[in-house]
Nanobody, 118 residues
Framework: VQLQASGGGLVQDGASLRLSCEAS?????????AAWFRQAPGKERELVAS????????YYLDSVKGRFTISRDGAKNTVDLQMVNLKAEDSAVYYC???????????WGQGTQVTVSS
């Protein structure tokens, strides 16, 4: 499985961005879960949101609840992260990831930079 992330950018405080992660490769049909992580300079990578590959059971980091929405588009084979009311503390490199099982290592896409200026 290959994951291709897109959609980052430089925005002002309060703006919106939509990140998209496209899965390709023959094994994507057996994926179990997808997620978006982020890593800010000097900080550890953290799980921002995740969703089952069937589009159910979304999870959100407390600090993004009500502002971020993760979704699966089966037709496009993408996992999107809609981010609204962005804050400076949301600035980070965002990574999409997927796994084929609850105890299987994450497969990583490349990062996409999100910078929110205050």
């Amino acid at each position: 499985v290959q994951l291709q992330a897109s959609g980052g950018g430089l925005v002002q405080d309060g703006a919106s961005l939509r990140l998209s992660c496209e899965a390709s490769g023959r094994a994507y049909i057996s994926l179990y879960k997808a997620a978006w992580f982020r890593q800010a300079p000097g900080k550890e990578r953290e799980l921002v949101a995740s969703i089952a590959w069937n589009g159910r059971n979304p999870y959100y980091l407390d600090s993004v609840k009500g502002r971020f929405t993760i979704s699966r588009d089966g037709a496009k084979n993408t996992v999107d992260l809609q981010m609204v009311n962005l804050k400076a503390e949301d600035s980070a490199v965002y990574y999409c990831a997927a796994t084929s099982g609850s105890h299987t290592p994450w497969i990583w896409g490349q990062g996409t930079q999100v910078t929110v200026s205050s």
